[in-house]
């Protein structure tokens, strides 16, 4: 069965730097979340789409945009990049967000700062 | 403030044992709870859910159980593998009609041959 994927798996960048990544949802899904993981914790939600349209923030820097296309992949860019950038970047998609839809995680992104 | 929380950093069992992982959480607006399986550098696998409808929920050698007075719910996992040897976290949704899932911070089971 079809995956979420993401791309680049990995990505190293210099402080100040942008960086965009990449996630294509399993087919017919509707709604993708992002969210990050830092070394050691658990992963934190960023954002969330739902048909195209933003349907959640979390606690995501204003640094940080996204958007979901209209073939539903969905992009996280990235300015001013700042050593605590660092981390792992999941994407994950569901079908319709009631609350109760279970959410597939992609392989995720390691974003390097230097 | 942890709305979810796994206290158990890790557990350690012996191969044909039962895991007992365990997960709390605070929020009562949560009505939704899923268990993903992680190995390093990979994302989250899915492995079982339950609704704040039910009690339990199986699928194969996992089992959810959910008390919802005691806002605790474990993963049961009878008889443990050794390929069962990961990071494992508790989510839950439902405070927010958005879907967005906030995770414990992970148990680390180790399964010995």
């Known amino acids: 069965a079809a995956g979420v994927i993401q791309s680049p798996r990995h990505l190293i960048k210099e402080k100040r730097e942008t960086a965009t990544l990449k996630c294509y949802p399993i087919?017919?899904?509707?709604?993708v979340y992002w969210y990050q993981q830092g070394p050691g914790q658990d992963p934190q939600f960023l954002i969330s789409?739902?048909?195209?349209?933003?349907?959640d923030k979390g606690s995501i820097p204003d640094r940080f945009s996204a958007q979901q296309f209209s073939d539903y992949h969905s992009e996280l860019n990235m300015s001013s990049l700042e050593l605590g950038d660092s981390a792992l970047y999941f994407c994950?998609?569901?079908?319709?967000?009631?609350?109760?839809?279970?959410?597939?995680f992609g392989p995720g992104t390691r974003l390097t700062v230097l | 403030d942890q709305q979810v929380k796994q206290n158990s950093p890790s557990l350690s069992v012996q191969e044909g044992r039962i895991s007992i992982l365990n997960c709390d959480y605070t929020n009562s607006m949560f009505d939704y709870f899923l268990w993903y399986k992680k190995y390093p550098a990979e994302g989250p696998t899915f492995l079982i859910s339950i609704s704040s409808i039910k009690d339990k929920n199986e699928d194969g050698r996992f089992t959810v159980f959910l008390n919802k007075s005691a806002k605790h719910l474990s993963l049961h996992i009878v008889p443990s593998q050794p390929g069962d040897s990961a990071v494992y976290f508790c989510?839950?949704?439902?405070?927010?009609?958005?879907?967005?899932?906030?995770f414990g911070q992970g148990t680390t089971l180790q399964v010995k041959p």
């Open positions: 789409f739902y048909e195209k349209m933003q349907s």
């Open positions: 994950a998609s569901s079908l319709r967000f009631r609350g109760t839809d279970t959410q597939y």
């Open positions: 087919p017919r899904h509707d709604t």
């Open positions: 989510a839950a949704s439902g405070a927010s009609n958005t879907g967005k899932l906030i």
